[in-house]
């Protein structure tokens, strides 16, 4: 198992505002939850050992969650306002790196290199930050944005080819590196912020990127073209994209929209809409998920309620999911496919 340079810290606080601005919720629902039954129970799993005693999660936004692909305990956890953390025991405990970089601000997001373990991207407000040894060391300045008004939120390494990461900004711009962050090309201009951006599991020169007001944009020959993808007529569908996910060989994606939930079979060029037991717009949904071992099992969470059908959604069982807060993020264990983590934050403006 790999291990990190550790520091311990004191009691988490929520803090206030991110890229935009924000309302955030002072109650003690927020962190991360955990079912080991696939959703029929859910406890918080937001301890954090600390020289002072024991602190807690439990008050603080996250708003993206990382699985280390080799070993499935390991997790990174993205917060708004109180840097990065991470466990090492499926989240029995957090801790954060030594970084004072690591430790505060917001992160939005943590990639982790799958070829490598220690090799990690960490996405702050206006930097994409990495490492390559299991972050004794960091290069804070692989990628640094110096327009104030615009900042870094997602990046995405290409599974078959490492070398090459995605990011995306807020001003809508989708840029490209083929060596690992040297040098950088801006290879779509979007014109809105990117809220997602995957790289197909059967052909990495497929990628999806995901905006929050402008639909989603594909490419099939790695970013040298792209084209805009128009939902069908009657679908109701909206260019307010939150997440976008894929099962283990992308033959099935879901978008997680304003409108509620989409499923395409083709790698985003035709949609369907997945029928759902709220009216459309009547929910937000960010947080969803496809069970790696069978695609028809999806999971999706709302404030206070979380959706398990085993259908492909014709019909859902709901169970309740003690949160006021968005499910930000769902990820499962793809060892054990009964164990789910959810990442929850106050909603922003």
């Known amino acids: 198992m790999k291990k990190l340079f550790l520091l311990l810290i004191p009691f988490i606080l929520v803090g206030a505002g991110c890229l935009g601005g924000s309302k955030t919720s002072s109650g003690a629902d927020g962190g991360i939850f955990k079912t080991v039954n696939s959703g029929e129970d859910w406890a918080q799993y937001v301890v954090v050992p600390s020289a002072r005693g024991i602190g807690t999660l439990a008050t603080t936004n996250v708003v993206n969650l990382e699985m ?29 790196p030594k970084q004072t970089l690591l430790q505060e601000g917001t992160v939005y997001d943590v990639e982790v290199d799958p070829t490598d373990v220690c090799t990690v991207y960490v996405v702050t407000e206006r930097k994409l930050v990495s490492t390559d040894n299991c972050f004794r060391t960091i290069n804070d300045e692989l990628y640094l944005e110096n327009r104030a008004d615009v900042g ?37 201009t979007l014109g809105r912020e990117i809220s997602e951006i995957i790289v197909s599991n059967k052909d ?13 944009v594909r490419t099939i020959d790695s970013g040298e073209t792209w084209e805009e993808i128009e939902f069908p007529d009657g679908l109701h ?27 395409s079979i083709n790698f985003g ?17 960010r947080g969803v998920a496809i069970d790696p071992k069978d695609s028809n099992i999806l999971y999706y969470a709302t404030p206070g309620t979380f959706y398990r059908s085993t259908d492909a959604g014709v019909t859902w069982k709901t169970q309740r999911f003690q949160t006021s807060r968005d499910s930000r993020v769902i990820l499962i264990d793809p060892s054990n496919t009964a164990v789910l983590y959810i990442g929850v934050a106050a909603a922003t403006k």
């Open 237 to 263: 569908s909206t260019d307010t994209v939150y997440n976008i996910v894929q099962n283990p060989d992308s033959s099935v994606v879901i978008a997680a929209t304003e409108y509620g939930l989409l499923r």
């Open 204 to 216: 990495s020169r497929m990628v999806l990127v995901s905006t929050f007001s402008s639909g989603i």
């Open 269 to 285: 060029q035709t949609w369907e809409s997945i029928k759902l037991l709220t009216s459309p717009a009547e929910v937000t949904i």
């Open 68 to 96: 280390d692909p080799q070993d499935t305990q390991y997790l990174y956890a993205s917060t708004r306002n109180n840097g990065m953390l991470f466990s090492e025991d499926g989240a029995h405990s957090w801790r954060q």
């Open 152 to 188: 870094v939120l997602k990046v995405t390494v290409d599974w078959f080819n490492p070398n090459i990461l995605w990011l995306g900004l807020s001003n809508g711009d989708v840029l490209k590196s083929d060596n690992k962050g040297e040098k950088w090309r801006t290879v779509a």
